[in-house]
């Protein structure tokens, strides 16, 4: 598990308050939304402000691929790497 990968998770927990999981307890590659993790459009919501707030990544809710960046964990780390503005 990569170290953003791990960031991801803890930050899913902690926006979430989600007390009974540990980042080991979620699977990378399944689902975030639904029979995976059981995440909501209410957490949805919650989860890309936490995202946009710690990575300085701008979410646009209307975008067709959103939906897609947010499927599970290697999904997130992947959008996250690629628009997280350059640490100088």
Known sequence: MSRLQLEIKQLIIDALGLEDIAPEDIVADEPLFGDGLGLDSVDALELGL???????????????????????????????EANRPAVA
Do not use: P
């Open 50 to 80: 936490a995202i946009q707030k710690r990575f300085g990544i701008r979410i646009d809710a209307e975008a067709k691929d959103t939906r897609k960046h947010f499927a599970n964990v290697d999904s997130l780390t992947a959008f996250v």
